[in-house]
Nanobody, 122 residues
Framework: QVQLVESGGGLVQAGGSLRLSCAAS????????MGWFRQAPGKEREFVAV????????YYADSVKGRFTISRDNAKNAVYLQMNSLKPEDTAVYYC???????????????WGQGTQVTVSS
C-alpha cells in the first residue's frame, strides 16, 4: 500500500498557475501508475491526468490537455501537477491516487490522498 498527501492548492485568478504536489510513503512508489483526479461540488470525481510507473507515458483529460502537465520523481516519491491557464471550471478538490497500471477510471485506483482545494476566480 502507499499513503498519499496532496499539497499546493489555493485561490488563483483565471489565467494563473498552480503546482500541486503529492507525497507518497512506502518503498514501492515506482511500482504504481499515478493519477490526478478532481471533484467539484455536486459532481462525480473525474480523471485529470495519469503518468506511468517510469514517467515515460502521460495521458490527460481533453479538458486540461495543453494546460496541465503531470510529472513524477521516483527518487523523491512524489508526483506533481503543473496547472497553467487556469479557468473557473477547474475549481475542485484535486486528489492524487495510485493504480497498478495506467488507468482512466477511478475504480481502478486503490489509494487516495485527502485532496487539496483549487479555486479559480473569474
Amino acid at each position: 500500500q502507499v499513503q498519499l498527501v496532496e499539497s499546493g492548492g489555493g485561490l488563483v485568478q483565471a489565467g494563473g498557475s498552480l503546482r500541486l504536489s503529492c507525497a507518497a510513503s512506502g518503498r514501492t512508489f515506482s511500482w504504481y501508475a499515478m493519477g490526478w483526479f478532481r471533484q467539484a461540488p455536486g459532481k462525480e470525481r473525474e480523471f485529470v491526468a495519469v503518468i506511468s510507473m517510469n514517467g515515460a507515458d502521460t495521458y490527460y483529460a481533453d479538458s486540461v490537455k495543453g494546460r496541465f502537465t503531470i510529472s513524477r520523481d521516483n527518487a523523491k516519491n512524489a508526483v506533481y501537477l503543473q496547472m497553467n491557464s487556469l479557468k473557473p471550471e477547474d475549481t475542485a478538490v484535486y486528489y492524487c491516487s495510485a493504480a497498478p497500471k495506467v488507468a482512466f477510471s477511478k475504480d481502478e485506483y486503490f489509494s487516495w490522498g485527502q485532496g487539496t482545494q483549487v479555486t479559480v476566480s473569474s
